[in-house]
C-alpha cells in the first residue's frame, strides 16, 4: 500500500495570505488528523476528520479549518495567514479512528515571510 | 492542565550502549500513551502504543513501559544503533475533552560512531 501523501511539501506564503494543504490517506483509512509542529511548541492537534465529519478538534483559531472529501482526501486551510503560522503541518491517518495506530505523512514546510 | 513533559530534552550516547528516556503526564482521564520516532524531515512512526492496564510493551529493541499510578512512562532502547539517532516523542491521549492528544516536546537522540 503507498503512503500517506502529503502536498505541496514546501511552501513559501506572505502575512495575510490564505494557504491549503492536501493529504491523501493510505487506501483503506477513513480518519484524517492534522497537527502542527514547531520547534519551541512540538506537536499539536488541530482537527481529526472522519467520513466526511470533524470529529475532534484541537485549540486553534478559527482561521485554521478542514474538510474531508468522500474519497477520504483531506484538505486543511488557514487564512490570514501570520508569522507565527510558520511549521511543519503533519496529517495521519487510520483506518477507523485516531484511536488506532496513525501513520503520519512526511508533512508540508510551511513559511510564512 | 495537561501536561506531556519528557526528559532530557537531547542526549548523546556510543553505538552499541542503551538509553532510557522518561515521559510523565498530567493528562486526566487517560486513554493511552504512544512512544513515536521522528526522523528528521519525516513524519512520526508508531513504536508502541500502551492503554491503562498494560506495563510493557516490547517493539524489537523499544521497550516502552507505563506507570499508570506515578502517571510516568519510559522508553529504552538497546543496543543502539546509528539508526536509532531521531526524536522520540511521548503522547498521551485523553477520553474526552477539547485536548483529545497532548504532545510533549520530544527527547532528540544522537548516536554516534
Known amino acids: 500500500k503507498a503512503g500517506v501523501t502529503q502536498t505541496p511539501r514546501y511552501l513559501i506564503k506572505t502575512r495575510g495570505q490564505q494557504v491549503t494543504l492536501s493529504c491523501s490517506p493510505i487506501s483503506g483509512h477513513r480518519s484524517v488528523s492534522w497537527y502542527q509542529q514547531t520547534p519551541g511548541q512540538g506537536l499539536q492537534f488541530l482537527f481529526e476528520y472522519f467520513s466526511e465529519t470533524q470529529r475532534n478538534k484541537g485549540n486553534f483559531p478559527g482561521r485554521f479549518s478542514g474538510r474531508q472529501f468522500s474519497n477520504s482526501r483531506s484538505e486543511m486551510n488557514v487564512s490570514t495567514l501570520e508569522l507565527g503560522d510558520s511549521a511543519l503541518y503533519l496529517c495521519?491517518?487510520?483506518?477507523?479512528?485516531?484511536?488506532?495506530?496513525?501513520?503520519f505523512g512526511p508533512g508540508t514546510r510551511l513559511t510564512v515571510l | 492542565k495537561n501536561q506531556v513533559e519528557q526528559s532530557p530534552q537531547s542526549l548523546i550516547i556510543l553505538e552499541g550502549k542503551n538509553c532510557t528516556l522518561q515521559c510523565n503526564y498530567t493528562v486526566s482521564p487517560f486513554s493511552n500513551l504512544r512512544w513515536y520516532k521522528q526522523d528528521t524531515g519525516r513524519g512520526p512512526v508508531s513504536l508502541t502504543i500502551?492503554?491503562?492496564?498494560?506495563n510493557t510493551k516490547s517493539n524489537g529493541r523499544y521497550t516502552a513501559t507505563l506507570d499508570a499510578d506515578t502517571k510516568q512512562s519510559s522508553l529504552h532502547i538497546t543496543a543502539s544503533q546509528l539508526s536509532d539517532s531521531a526524536s522520540y516523542i511521548c503522547?498521551?491521549?485523553?477520553?474526552?475533552?477539547?485536548?483529545?492528544?497532548?504532545f510533549g516536546t520530544g527527547t532528540r537522540l544522537k548516536v554516534l560512531a
Open positions: 500502551m492503554t491503562f492496564s498494560e
Open positions: 495521519a491517518t487510520a483506518e477507523q479512528g485516531a484511536e488506532n495506530e496513525q501513520f
Open positions: 503522547v498521551v491521549s485523553a477520553t474526552s475533552g477539547t485536548y483529545k492528544y497532548i
